[in-house]
T-cell receptor
Framework: GDSVTQMEGPVTLSEEAFLTINCTYT??????LFWYVQYPGEGLQLLLK?????DKGSNKGFEATYRKETTSFHLEKGSVQVSDSAVYFC???????????FGSGTRLQVQP | GAGVSQSPSNKVTEKGKDVELRCDPI?????LYWYRQSLGQGLEFLIY????????KSGLPSDRFSAERTGGSVSTLTIQRTQQEDSAVYLC???????????????FGPGTRLTVL
């Protein structure tokens, strides 16, 4: 079945540091890929998405590129802020299923 | 406009009791999902409703779990004879018409934190 693997956290960075959170997936066919973010005390929010190979999703300075050859969708940001502290979830959705399959989540802590 | 709302926000119950969790999706959204977020299992899909079609119950962990969606809007997730392993945050999400655009965004509610003592 489908699965998503994320790097374990927590990831602790200083403000303005470069961020990478690794995500790889296993799926049949051509899934759509997503990054969701959960800020403290809030619900899950869609951060960005990509629907086909080589697409780049971007939002709020975050980027991720759909790499079919490496089955990856790594999240990057050039300069993190304290306000980026949250839990980040990588997810996929296959055409054959309506539900999202999530990774385990990666907690990011940004220190001033 | 209003987002997905869930109630209660927190629920503490004793082992063996039944609980009902409520979800109000975004108005006009025809697709509704329930997920469970727990420490040991991460985020798991439970059940999916789309319009008047039969729900996809493939994620329900046992027959103690059931869900209804009345009038194509509000949904209730019921857990009978609760067990300690049912303790988790139960998340509801909704999305617009879920036809061939299988990448429609799902909008999540804040969740209900269930604690079974």
């Amino acid at each position: 079945g489908d699965s998503v693997t994320q790097m374990e956290g927590p990831v602790t960075l200083s403000e303005e540091a470069f961020l990478t959170i690794n995500c790889t997936y296993t799926a049949t066919g051509y899934p759509s890929l997503f990054w969701y973010v959960q800020y403290p005390g809030e619900g899950l929010q869609l951060l960005l998405k990509a629907t086909k190979a080589d697409d780049k999703g971007s939002n709020k300075g975050f980027e991720a590129t759909y790499r079919k050859e490496t089955t990856s969708f790594h999240l990057e940001k050039g300069s993190v802020q304290v306000s980026d502290s949250a839990v980040y979830f990588c997810a996929l959705r296959n055409a054959g299923r309506r539900a999202l399959t999530f990774g385990s989540g990666t907690r990011l802590q940004v220190q001033p | 406009g209003a987002g997905v709302s869930q109630s209660p926000s927190n629920k503490v119950t004793e082992k063996g009791k039944d609980v009902e969790l409520r979800c109000d999706p975004i108005s006009g959204h025809t697709a509704l999902y329930w997920y469970r977020q727990s420490l040991g299992q991460g985020l798991e899909f439970l059940i999916y409703f789309q319009g008047n079609s039969a729900p996809d119950k493939s994620g329900l962990p046992s027959d103690r779990f059931s869900a209804e969606r009345t009038g194509g809007s509000v949904s209730t997730l019921t857990i009978q004879r609760t067990q300690q392993e049912d303790s988790a945050v139960y998340l509801c999400a909704s999305s617009p018409r879920d036809g061939t655009l299988f990448y429609n965004e799902q909008f999540f509610g804040p969740g209900t934190r269930l604690t079974v003592l």
